[in-house]
């Protein structure tokens, strides 16, 4: 009987590749992956937390001044919630006269804007609701005006509008509104072809929204829009919250912006009811 061969060295080839010995390609590249998801999932943790403290900081406060002569208006009634201030004619909610959904410039507080809007009120018999933006932040606000009207209904009709920031998102949703109001700013989406009133207020010292960028996008908006420049305001004129850094210098008194922009809404006003009778009755 012939002797047993000795078997001689295991070679490479005896191992099939992906043995009990040998790294998975599979397993390897999976763990390269969840790394690579966990890195990622963290930058976008650390991008939310920092825009959130961003948003946060630095909010420019209402001035107490022209904020007090609104809340001890007696023909002024002030509503306030986590989502929006209301102000509304002392007499009650008129429904047949267009309301306005107005959002703040970026990082302003909603009651910096009640003084300039207080007269739409008392003049114009307007229902003004200000907005409190997520984040303070309009353009993330992805909300519509429903979301901030709830305290006056009774309006039939709405026009939106902002100041610089603010304004983009309510051009934004001004389509479906009935009409819009720009205080300091512009549209970032074409408007031109769109049945919408408008009427773009402007800082002739803005430092901002230049009356060169105002003027560069004036083709995203309706021919017939109502453009008015008062020549001696800034950006910051446009609301109550001091000085603005990167702005012009202006000379506007409160009162000159005011009488400004209750004249010019007023026009807008009037220009609806000739348009459409039944929209501003």
């Not at 959130?52 to 904020?67: I, R, S």
């Not at 009120?121 to 409190?132: C, F, R």
């Not at 610089?164 to 009409?179: D, F, K, N, T």
Request: charged fraction near 20%; charge should be negative.
């Amino acid at each position: 009987m012939p002797d047993k061969a000795t078997p001689g060295p295991a070679t490479p080839a005896d191992h099939p590749t992906g043995g009990a010995g040998a790294p998975r390609p599979r397993r390897r590249w999976r763990r390269i992956a969840l790394r690579v998801l966990l890195v990622l999932l963290a930058l976008l943790l650390a991008a939310v937390v920092g825009l959130v403290v961003w948003a946060k900081t630095g909010v420019m406060a209402a001035e107490e001044q022209p904020l007090a002569a609104v809340r001890a208006n007696p023909a002024i009634s002030w509503a306030e919630d986590e989502a929006a201030i209301t102000l509304t004619p002392a007499d009650g909610v008129h429904p047949d006269v267009p309301g306005l959904v107005f959002y703040p410039g970026a990082k302003v507080e909603a009651a910096a804007y009640a003084a300039r809007l207080a007269d739409l009120v008392t003049d114009h018999h307007m229902t003004v609701v200000i907005a409190k933006p997520t984040l303070n932040l309009a353009l993330f606000d992805l909300r519509g005006i429903d979301a901030f009207t709830g305290d006056a209904a009774e309006v039939r009709q709405w026009l939106v509008g902002g100041h610089s920031l603010g304004g983009v998102r309510a051009c934004m949703l001004a389509p479906e509104q009935a009409g819009l109001v720009l205080f300091a700013s512009y549209c970032t989406n074409d408007l031109s072809e769109a049945q919408v009133p408008v009427l773009s207020l402007s800082g002739g010292q803005d430092g901002l929204s230049t009356p060169a960028k105002v003027a560069d996008h004036r083709d995203t908006l309706p021919a017939g829009a109502l453009m008015v420049e008062i020549p001696e305001a800034n950006h910051a004129a446009f609301g109550d919250y001091g000085p603005q850094s990167g702005d012009g210098v202006g000379t506007a008194s409160d009162e000159q912006m005011n009488a400004a922009i209750t004249e010019a809404a007023g026009e807008l006003l009037t220009r609806m009811q000739g348009a459409h009778p039944e929209a501003a009755r």
